[in-house]
T-cell receptor, first 111, second 115 residues
Framework: GNSVTQMEGPVTLSEEAFLTINCTYT??????LFWYVQYPGEGLQLLLK?????DKGSNKGFEATYRKETTSFHLEKGSVQVSDSAVYFC??????????FGAGTTVTVRA | GAVVSQHPSWVICKSGTSVKIECRSL??????MFWYRQFPKQSLMLMAT?????????EQGVEKDKFLINHASLTLSTLTVTSAHPEDSSFYIC???????????FGPGTRLTVT
């Protein structure tokens, strides 16, 4: 079956630091890959997506590249802000459109 | 665009009563809607998938008679928790998918507390 493994948290950073959250997956076929973000007390928001190998998703300074050869979709941001403090979920969907989520990584950015 | 709402955002009910949660796609037609539970500091657990006009498909271990799902239109799905017990207390989140797109858009969630 499908599964997603992402870096355990929590992660604490200083403002303007570089952020990487690792995500690897196991799936049959050709899944679509996503990063969702959940701010405190809110629902999940789609941060970025990639639907085929070598695609790069980007949004709000975050980037992730769909790497089929390493089955990875690592999230990166070059300079984080306090407002980036949230829980980040890596996810994939296959033909049935069901999402399989990673465990989530809590990121705290300190001023 | 791609806004999903849920109502109520927070509800308290007594054991044995039923609670209905609504999920609406506000600016698109949702071919498919999904219902999740999220426990504190944990990831989302898919409960069921519903397609407009057909019966919901439940994940293994989810009681379909306890969690009634209706997807009567392309913009509305409801989850009814029947005969609620304290262990049903949780954060319930819905999502919706537009035709032809793989991503899901999530509602803000409903906090259910059963006393």
């Amino acid at each position: 079956g499908n599964s997603v493994t992402q870096m355990e948290g929590p992660v604490t950073l200083s403002e303007e630091a570089f952020l990487t959250i690792n995500c690897t997956y196991t799936a049959t076929g050709y899944p679509s890959l996503f990063w969702y973000v959940q701010y405190p007390g809110e629902g999940l928001q789609l941060l970025l997506k990639a639907t085929k190998a070598d695609d790069k998703g980007s949004n709000k300074g975050f980037e992730a590249t769909y790497r089929k050869e390493t089955t990875s979709f690592h999230l990166e941001k070059g300079s984080v802000q306090v407002s980036d403090s949230a829980v980040y979920f890596c996810a994939l969907s296959s033909n049935d459109y069901k999402l399989s989520f990673g465990a989530g990584t809590t990121v705290t950015v300190r001023a | 665009g791609a806004v999903v709402s849920q109502h109520p955002s927070w509800v308290i009910c007594k054991s044995g009563t039923s609670v209905k949660i609504e999920c609406r796609s506000l600016d698109f037609q949702a071919t498919t809607m999904f219902w999740y539970r999220q426990f504190p500091k944990q990831s989302l657990m898919l409960m069921a998938t519903s397609n407009e006009g057909s019966k919901a498909t439940y994940e293994q271990g989810v009681e379909k008679d306890k969690f009634l799902i209706n997807h009567a239109s392309l913009t509305l799905s409801t989850l009814t928790v029947t005969s609620a017990h304290p262990e049903d207390s949780s954060f319930y989140i819905c999502s919706a998918r537009d035709t032809g797109l793989p991503e899901q858009y999530f509602g803000p969630g409903t906090r259910l507390t059963v006393t």
